[in-house]
T-cell receptor
Framework: GENVEQHPSTLSVQEGDSAVIKCTYS??????FPWYKQELGKRPQLIID?????GEKKDQRIAVTLNKTAKHFSLHITETQPEDSAVYFC??????????FGAGTILRVKS | NAGVTQTPKFRILKIGQSMTLQCTQD?????MYWYRQDPGMGLKLIYY???????DKGEVPNGYNVSRSTTEDFPLRLELAAPSQTSVYFC??????????FGQGTRLTVV
């Protein structure tokens, strides 16, 4: 079945620095890769997603890159702010169903 | 729109008891999912459904059952509660290769 590996498990950065979180997936049929942010005690919420026909997508300070050959995708957050502190999850979906998540990355932005 | 609604928000069960976690969505989504999230951990897929009448196992289905008699509802059944099932349960829904919306979660404790 699909397996999604996520690294690092924790990440501390200084305010204003960039943060990068990486994920790899196992099933080459995966074609949808969302990223979710979960604040303490709350539900996960989508921050950005990318489909397999696109190599990169950007939304203000957040960008996602996809390398289908290597089967990995990454989240890039630039100019980090304290409110970016949260748990971030990557996920992969096979043919639009069976959405499988990575283990999560705790991001701490130090001010 | 209410989005994805889960009930109850909190529940304490004794070992061996049974219960059903309710999940309803009003977005006419085809796909629905149940995840569990242990403290400090990621989201593990329990069961998912691609449409009414169709369900399939995820990564951790043992000890759970689901049904999908309508597009809107996707209840999760625990038959013989065990301490290992203490967790936060999230229901989610989506259409193919689009954002998955999560319910607010159910915090279950088995004692």
């Amino acid at each position: 079945g699909e397996n999604v590996e996520q690294h690092p498990s924790t990440l501390s950065v200084q305010e204003g620095d960039s943060a990068v979180i990486k994920c790899t997936y196992s099933d080459s049929a995966s074609n949808y890769f969302p990223w979710y942010k979960q604040e303490l005690g709350k539900r996960p919420q989508l921050i950005i997603d990318i489909r397999s026909n696109v190599g990169e997508k950007k939304d203000q300070r957040i960008a996602v890159t996809l390398n289908k050959t290597a089967k990995h995708f990454s989240l890039h957050i630039t100019e980090t702010q304290p409110e970016d502190s949260a748990v971030y999850f990557c996920a992969a979906s096979i043919r639009g169903n069976k959405l499988v998540f990575g283990a999560g990355t705790i991001l701490r932005v130090k001010s | 729109n209410a989005g994805v609604t889960q009930t109850p928000k909190f529940r304490i069960l004794k070992i061996g008891q049974s219960m059903t976690l309710q999940c309803t969505q009003d977005m006419n989504h085809n796909y629905m999912y149940w995840y569990r999230q242990d403290p400090g951990m990621g989201l593990k897929l329990i069961y998912y459904s691609v449409g009414a009448g169709i369900t399939d196992k995820g990564e951790v289905p043992n000890g759970y059952n689901v049904s999908r008699s309508t597009t809107e509802d996707f209840p999760l059944r625990l038959e013989l509660a065990a301490p290992s099932q203490t967790s936060v349960y999230f229901c989610a829904s989506s259409n193919s290769n689009t954002e998955a919306f999560f319910g607010q979660g159910t915090r279950l404790t088995v004692v």
